[in-house]
């Protein structure tokens, strides 16, 4: 593996990461107006409002397919309807666009699950500025950030309290049987504890070079596989008696697991379920789904009203080329899946960037190929762990003691879906962004195979390398083609000077130069957008 200096940051590049000490547990939105031209914000209901006011756009969503385009224009942050929000966005990103020239390059990103509101906007905006000023030039795009609430805590309660049978009900009935609904969640889980431990114990015991060999087993390239799947190396270089010491201590974890095991299974299932709801409302709004509603309609949830008024937007200039790339992460992957179902058709998306996707592989076979069948020129990039790093990842390594271990289950949760949120009928209802899951399964994608691309990265246990969580993904230079489809596939991240308020990059990107590159672009950019006409 690459390895990367540690540089020493002067002060000016210095201040761009001042916040690196507060990271976005303080973040307030309502500080940052320029939000509003990189985030389409949308409550836990699906309705969008603006993240910087906080005003809801909840009775002001208007557009419908057909009503023509939108005219963008600068609201100054005070957007009264979705439609002035929308309007403002598309007026700062059409200057951008004037100013950079080219090709149009739009990128959205969708986080997962386990993602609060402040997170998703933090991240918003510590990246805008590395993805639309990247230096260099086919990686920077004009980036939108779709953030809506997946927390666990939050989704969790509200299942309990608010939503049965997958609806949400607005009278008391919920309430009154949340406690049953606790009580349910954990008994579940306790008359499943011999089926999950016997699988957790599997899993755990399972040595790591069976895992990497059984994964290593794809055939060559060929007719059938024109981009043949990238799998990383695995190397534990661990001393032997730090290996035999962890072995030794694995049976003082049981009573731990059996404990918490519990509670993955059936509580933890229970908030995952959730999330999944609030993720389909962004698209289809609960209200479409009456007896009374339009044979055929148009969706009328936030995001789809925005995607379907960007369509417009860039149908109405048709004099320039656009690019959207669309990047999902987790359980962000099922979110663009209902795009592209469902109100995807007219965008002019070129790549679909999947990381650790947690939609299954039916929903690959029955929406992505499909869509990559229809359209001809978009490309799907599937990016995962090392099989190895899957299996072995601990959820919370500061809670790790010696002898008695990390106490929750381990896995990622893309392990953790599989082995006990959902019920697998067959192979395609496990999860897409496993490794030994869509290696056996890669015959669906056999006819748009020349436009699929598999990549699972190098794990080593000593260096910490990154990807190796779960997490890692989302947190590394996801805008840059280099990181979907090379073949470089460790990445070595000095964990001092090698972040900006926590996302990784200096393992691509030399943080000092990286840094004073952006700035310059920045400035470059701002200096021609002020050159511009006013209106423009």
Not at 7 to 24: E, K, N, R
Not at 187 to 208: M, S
Not at 229 to 246: C, H, K, M, Q
């Amino acid at each position: 593996m690459r390895n990367v200096r540690h540089c020493h940051v002067p002060l000016h590049i210095l201040a761009l990461a001042a916040l690196c000490v507060s990271g976005c547990a303080g973040f307030d939105a309502t500080q940052h107006p320029d939000l509003v031209r990189h985030a389409v914000s949308l409550d836990a209901d699906g309705w969008p409002y603006c993240p910087v006011t906080e005003r809801s756009y909840r009775y002001d969503v208007t557009r419908v397919a057909g009503s023509g385009p939108l005219i963008p224009r600068d609201s100054g942050g005070a957007a009264n309807t979705f439609d002035e929000y929308m309007a403002n966005l598309f007026y700062h990103m059409d200057r951008y666009f004037a100013a950079t020239g080219g090709k149009r390059k739009i990128l959205f990103y969708v986080h997962g699950g386990r993602n609060r509101p402040q997170e998703s906007l933090h991240r918003t905006h510590v990246l805008s500025d590395l993805i639309q000023y990247d230096s260099a030039a086919d990686d920077a795009h004009y980036p939108i950030f779709i953030s809506w609430p997946s927390g666990f805590w939050d989704t969790y309660a509200e299942a309990l309290f608010e939503v049965r049978s997958g609806e949400k009900l607005d009278h008391i009935g919920p309430a009154l049987t949340g406690p049953g609904s606790i009580l349910y969640d954990l008994g579940l889980g306790l008359v499943r504890l011999p089926v999950t431990l016997f699988n957790q114990t599997a899993v755990d015991l399972t040595p790591a070079e069976s895992i990497d060999t059984e994964a290593a087993a794809i055939p060559a390239a060929g007719p059938a596989i024109p981009n043949p799947p990238i799998l990383g190396t695995y190397r534990d270089n661990r001393s032997f008696p730090v290996a035999l010491w962890e072995a030794i201590c694995y049976p003082t974890q049981l009573p731990a697991k059996m404990l918490t095991t519990v509670l993955v299974d059936r509580p933890g299932g229970t908030g995952w379920h959730n999330m999944q709801r609030r993720s389909r409302k962004l698209i289809r709004q609960p209200g479409e789904y009456r007896s009374d509603h339009p044979f055929e309609s148009t969706p009328t949830g936030g995001l789809a009203v925005f995607f379907q008024s960007l369509a417009e937007h860039i149908a109405a200039h048709p004099e320039v080329e656009y690019e959207v790339t669309l990047v999902g992460h987790s359980l962000g992957t099922c979110v663009i899946n209902d795009l592209l179902a469902d109100g995807g058709e007219n965008l002019p998306v070129t790549n679909i960037v999947y990381m650790s996707a947690a939609c299954s592989l039916q929903d690959a076979n029955t929406i992505l190929v499909p869509y990559l069948r229809r359209h001809q020129q978009a490309k799907l990039y599937l990016l995962m762990l090392n099989p190895v790093a899957e299996a072995r990842e601990r959820f919370l390594d500061q809670w790790y003691v010696p002898f008695l271990g990390e106490p929750l289950p381990k896995g990622s949760l893309l392990e953790w879906i599989d082995n006990y949120y959902e019920i697998q009928h067959s192979h395609l209802d496990r999860t897409l962004g496993k490794w030994n899951n869509v290696i056996p399964a890669k015959h669906i994608f056999a006819d748009v195979a020349n436009r699929v691309y598999m990549k699972a990265f190098d794990v080593d246990v000593a260096s910490g390398s990154l990807p190796q969580k779960h997490a890692h993904l989302n947190h590394l230079p996801f805008w840059r083609k280099k990181y979907w489809d090379s073949r470089e596939l460790a990445i070595d991240i000095p964990r001092e000077d090698g972040q900006l308020e926590g996302y990784y990059y200096a393992g691509w990107l030399d943080t000092e130069a990286y840094l004073e590159s952006v700035a310059a672009r920045k400035a470059q950019v701002e200096a021609a957008m002020g050159a511009q006409p006013e209106g423009s």
